[in-house]
């Protein structure tokens, strides 16, 4: 059984940068392409940032391109999403995901909740 934890989300001025933080277990993690989306309330998930397996491709959506950036490190089983320059329309619950293909997530975490005040 695969899980996925995340955690570093909380309450953050505008402009700030956290860094989120997604540990898998029950498999090897270098086996899977990473995901993180998001889910603004009253919203419909959506995707933020993949890289694949080694950590050499990385894709981000147009609205996170440039103040985001998906990294992992394999030797820990851990995919971090770094959040600079963050902007209210950023509140959302940050979801980790992890799929055998990159863009096609097979298994979730519960999600961790970013609140970006003005």
């Known amino acids: 059984q695969v899980q996925l934890v995340e955690s570093g989300g909380g309450l953050v001025q505008a402009g700030g940068s956290p860094r989120l933080s997604c540990a898998i277990s029950?498999?090897?993690?270098?086996?899977?392409?990473m995901h993180w989306f998001r889910q603004a309330p009253g919203k419909e998930r959506e995707f933020v940032a993949t890289?694949?397996?080694?950590?050499?491709?990385?894709i981000y959506a147009d609205s996170v391109k440039g103040r985001f950036t998906i990294s992992r490190d394999n030797a820990k089983d851990t995919v971090y999403l770094q959040m600079n320059s963050l902007k209210p329309e950023d509140t959302a619950v940050y979801y980790c995901?992890?799929?055998?293909?990159?863009?096609?997530?097979?298994?979730w975490g519960q999600g961790t909740q970013v609140t970006v005040s003005s």
């Open positions: 995901a992890a799929g055998w293909v990159v863009g096609r997530p097979d298994y």
């Open positions: 029950g498999r090897t993690f270098s086996s899977y392409a």
């Open positions: 890289i694949g397996r080694s950590g050499g491709n990385t």
